[in-house]
Nanobody, 119 residues
């Protein structure tokens, strides 16, 4: 079992920045991938950014590429999401997830942290 704890959400005005953190109790037995997702009110869950914890390789959704940066600190088993130039449409509950390479159907999820961007 992997437990994830997100922090760093809050309220910010459009154009502002926030940094989310996700601390994992441990990494998976296989190569661990971690990612950030969000779910707006009445909307489906959207994948935003993914990082391979071993290599540091990253992937981004088009909606956040160039504004959000995912990074990790393996010594702390923590993944970050730096969010810049925030927009009202970024308002959502943000979730961290972890899974082993090849096991994307079996993700561990955090409890979520709310981000609200006002215009």
């Amino acid at each position: 079992q992997v437990q994830l704890l997100e922090s760093g959400g809050g309220s910010v005005q459009a154009g502002g920045s926030l940094r989310l953190s996700c601390a994992a109790s441990r990494y998976t037995s296989g190569a661990t991938i971690m990612g950030w997702f969000r779910q707006g009110l009445g909307m489906g869950r959207e994948s935003l950014a993914t990082i391979y914890t071993q290599s540091g390789d990253t992937m981004y959704a088009a909606s956040v590429k160039g504004r959000f940066i995912i990074s990790r600190d393996n010594t702390k088993k923590t993944v970050y999401l730096q969010m810049n130039n925030l927009r009202p449409e970024d308002t959502a509950m943000y979730y961290c997830a972890a899974w082993a390479l090849g096991e994307s159907d079996h993700k561990y999820w955090g409890q979520g942290t709310q981000v609200t961007v006002s215009s």
